[in-house]
């Protein structure tokens, strides 16, 4: 039997990409740079590059964690009083396809999905 080229090489089911009030403004090799308008007007980097993992709001460093063995997959963490005073707490889910490709990238802000990219 021969097998359909164009098939999907995993099955997704039912899991949804959902953007809501975010927009990606750009995505590449484990980089990505995402417009938030929700729970405040912010530029959101993550950058998985040179074996240090690293992420800003608006350009301010707000995380990084050297990753010399393997990536996080989850990362949480609370956002710093002088860039969100009510200190936001921040969840971010990474899955990896073969060869550290992307394969979903979500972001909440306290408890909401404000960012989900399947790719």
Request: aromatic share 16%; with cysteine; net charge positive.
């Amino acid at each position: 039997m021969q097998q359909n080229p164009f098939a999907p090489t995993a099955p997704i089911g039912n899991e949804v990409a959902v953007c809501g009030d975010a927009r990606l403004i750009r995505s590449s090799f484990l980089y990505r740079v995402i417009e938030l308008r929700t729970p405040f007007p912010c530029r959101f980097s993550y950058s998985g590059w040179w074996f240090v993992q690293r992420i800003w709001i608006n350009d301010i460093l707000v995380w990084t964690k050297v990753s010399w063995l393997n990536l996080s997959r989850k990362i949480e963490f609370k956002l710093p009083s002088h860039i969100d005073s009510a200190e936001t707490a921040i969840r971010i889910e990474i899955l990896f396809r073969p060869g550290l490709i992307i394969r979903r990238f979500r972001v909440w802000f306290d408890g909401q999905l404000k960012f989900d990219q399947l790719s």
